[in-house]
């Protein structure tokens, strides 16, 4: 079967040690977790697990489902890139004198649609949000001169389709 | 505000108490209908100690000679009895002894609850004195943990905790509390949980999947049964025989099935996986319709998954749906619990036979047992079978005993011929196969069945794993038979490294003590058997004593056991010799 990027959605209890719960079942299959972040989610005292990994569809099933089956997971889903809304943040820390020195860097930002955070004398920060690619691309751009510093953050996602946590919740109350 | 994500029992009385965590964690333990626990002490559960003390006389705690002990002991006292084991440790090495029966539990579904203690709040994560990181280590395998670090915490934990246990595919939990929250006071008042909202353990089986479900046994030429572990913990056995009898199915058990259904049913065809019987391994091959009940389709079951009942429509009854399709896909799968699930469909079975099928398991089973059965039960050679002592158990015991088998050549010998009417019966460790499992299991079993006989049967590797437990069964007079079959190896290595690695027997030769005297020094009774005229009256001199007794034969050094479906092979390769 055929490998590809599967996100994975998990709703949990925020409690501690959820994380190597969760992350103990990618290490069980010798999965590598691609990117990974954990956020409140739309649903009060409810946290968000967002994972990528790069497998199969059959074994992204199995692992969802090893991942429900922990007691603090309320509900686990699995979408396919086109099933999903999808964006990473970066943040690239360069030399001011750059700025001057090097013009075409410039052009790259404006080129870049990312955003100046901060300048100070010697440095100054730039925060682009996007696709993986697109991030990547500007960091190609950018490390013929220099980069000081660079961060990326892990995928975020919402999905097009719902994700029904709510009437879970619901169900268990009014039961 | 806090959000609400447990429920809990509505009580009565609301009578809350000033006391100790430690106080605490016994009236929990007693308000869980808990009066047997296992365990070792030291210094970071003392307080948990204080109070066992004080409570001795409504909370047995028994002293085994190892936490691992503990473990198996708890676990062979919930496999027996159904109700959550107990087992508690200290901190450090005696929190990681508990891993192996831990994972033995995860692995074999086995409802237990681990308690062990931690250093206090302030120390925790600077190395301090006997501090692992329990929670850390055990997460795999365990169903749920939690570390308590303040004492309002644990009637709500423990609670959870016996609830999860229990519900659902039960499974370990292990509770850490740390020293401060054993010592605290706090007003202390206790209700039982009933439900979590983030946990669902008793999904309902779909009609409309317990209609197709019908709908293809009872139109099948030639269905086949296999029943695992899940019958027993849903309390299905009623329900599976019916349902055998009612459609005339030939029925199969999984290691963890067996017992379910009594070994002399005629419709009982014996055990799958890789050294079950042959036909319900080679049949497995032709069947039309395979209705798996309770079981996971383990790979010592299935052997290649890519030749395994490739013709045949599966249906799959499961509780845990990270099971349902994870090694076999099936056609039909119902999620639930056992129990209800055959309830709902038993009404649209018809009735049924299938003699002409039957009769292949039956032609199969009259093979293996010229080729195999007969020379392990009833053997012309000089030296003594495993077989052959599991048949005299048979006999002395008339079918009623627990039998408590380790890991190896005597555990499969022991599953294949060993006789059962009663269900949870047959203790074993199934998934992990853990070494050393039998002998503080048995303490475990016999304390969960007093009025019936338990029998350990061990190899001689693995009886001397656990073998300190001697001394746990001579302080509580725990009367277990303890049955050693000395064949001075590490059997069922041994046997793969005839097979497979041209006899090059690396490390398996075992140079073994006088185990007669060892089980003498613990003042257990003791017996040995080196020759053929001395084991019936031996077995039956065991059988009779209200004593523990320990009886070891010397067995055949090299004997294999047969059928045998190589690793990675299919069921249809098993081979007879």
Not at chain 2, 463 to 485: D, G, H, R, S, Y
């Amino acid at each position: 079967m055929e490998k590809k990027w599967f996100t994975i959605s998990v709703y949990s209890e925020n409690n501690v040690g959820m994380l190597n719960r969760i992350s103990g079942i990618f290490l069980k299959r010798h999965i590598n977790i691609e990117s990974l972040n954990v956020s409140k989610s739309e649903i009060e005292h409810v946290s968000k697990f967002t994972i990528v990994i790069n497998t199969t569809e059959d074994w992204t099933r199995k692992i969802v489902a090893q991942i429900e089956r922990q007691i603090e997971v309320l509900k686990t889903f699995y979408h396919t890139d086109e099933e999903t809304i999808y964006q990473e943040s970066a943040l690239f820390k360069i030399a001011s004198h750059l700025l001057f020195d090097e013009p075409q860097i410039q052009n790259i930002i404006s080129g870049s649609k990312s955003k100046i955070v901060t300048v100070s004398r010697e440095y100054f920060v730039l925060a682009k949000t996007g696709r993986r690619h697109e991030i990547d691309e500007m960091h190609d751009q950018l490390e013929p001169y220099g980069i000081m510093q660079f961060v990326r953050s892990g995928r975020i996602t919402v999905t097009k389709s719902t994700m029904p946590i709510t009437p879970i919740i619901n169900e268990f109350h009014q039961s | 505000m806090q959000t609400l994500k447990e429920k809990k029992a509505k009580t009565h009385k609301d009578t809350s108490i000033r006391i100790s965590g430690a106080e605490a964690i016994i009236h929990c333990l007693l308000a869980e209908d808990v009066n047997l626990i296992y365990g070792y002490p030291g210094g970071a559960i003392m307080p948990v100690y204080d109070e066992l003390y004080k409570f001795q006389d409504k909370l047995h705690h028994v002293l085994t000679r190892h936490e691992q002990g503990a473990t198996h002991a708890a676990q062979g006292f919930a496999r027996v009895t159904g109700k959550v084991g107990v087992a508690i440790a200290t901190s450090g090495p005696g929190a990681t002894n508990l891993v192996t029966g831990l994972a033995d539990a995860q692995i074999d579904s086995t409802p237990m609850v681990c308690i062990t203690g931690q250093v206090p709040r302030h120390l925790l994560g600077s190395d301090a004195f006997q501090e692992t990181d329990i929670i850390g280590i055990s997460t795999p395998v365990t169903k749920w943990n939690y570390q308590i670090t303040k004492a309002s915490e644990i009637p709500e934990i423990m609670a959870k905790a016996f609830y999860i246990a229990k519900s659902g595919r039960p499974g370990p939990v292990l509770i850490d509390i740390t020293k401060n929250a054993q010592f605290e006071e706090f007003d202390f008042s206790y209700s039982r949980c009933i439900a979590i909202r983030s946990y669902k353990p008793n999904p309902k089986p779909e009609i409309a999947k317990i209609e197709s479900a019908a709908e293809l046994i009872n139109n099948a030429k030639k269905p086949y049964i296999v029943f695992g572990h899940g019958v027993i913990l849903g309390k299905a056995e009623e329900q599976l025989k019916a349902l055998v009898e009612k459609a005339g199915i030939p029925a199969a058990w999984t290691i963890l099935g067996l017992s379910a259904m009594d070994t002399d049913h005629p419709l009982n065809v014996g055990m799958v996986g890789m050294h079950g019987n042959y036909g319900p391994n080679i049949l497995t091959n032709k069947c039309d319709v395979l209705i798996a009940i309770g079981m996971r389709f383990d790979d010592r079951v299935t052997g290649s998954l890519d030749t395994y009942a490739k013709q045949a429509k599966v249906i799959h009854f499961e509780i845990d749906s990270a099971e349902i399709d994870k090694n076999v896909k099936a056609d039909v799968a119902i999620l639930g619990n056992a129990r209800e699930s055959l309830d709902l469909l038993l009404p649209l079975i018809k009735e049924n036979n299938h003699d002409a099928w039957h009769n292949k398991f039956k032609k199969c089973y009259e093979e293996e047992y010229e080729a195999v059965i007969k020379n392990d039960l009833y053997p012309t050679k000089d030296g003594l079978t495993m077989g052959e002592v599991i048949e005299e158990i048979n006999l002395a015991s008339e079918n009623k005993a627990v039998i408590v088998t380790d890991v190896g050549q005597h555990q499969m010998i022991a599953c294949r011929y060993a006789k059962f009417k009663q269900t949870k019966s047959n203790i074993t460790s199934g998934g992990l196969g853990t070494m050393g499992f039998a002998l503080p299991a048995a303490i475990g079993a016999k304390m969960g069945a007093m009025d019936r006989e338990v029998v350990a049967v061990i190899g001689d590797g693995g009886f001397q794993m656990t073998i300190q437990e001697l001394a746990t069964i001579f302080q509580n007079k725990t009367a277990v038979k303890i049955v050693v079959l000395n064949n001075g190896h590490l059997g069922m290595v041994r046997q793969w490294q005839e097979l497979f690695f041209e006899s090059r027997y690396a490390s398996t030769v075992m140079t073994n003590p006088d185990f007669v005297k060892i089980a003498e020094g613990y003042r257990i009774e003791a017996k040995k058997v080196d020759d053929r005229k001395d084991l019936k009256s031996a077995v039956q001199a065991m059988m009779a004593s209200k004593e523990p007794f320990f009886l070891e034969v010397s067995v055949e050094n090299e004997d294999n056991v047969f059928p045998m479906i190589p690793s990675g092979a299919s069921v249809s390769d098993i081979r007879l010799k």
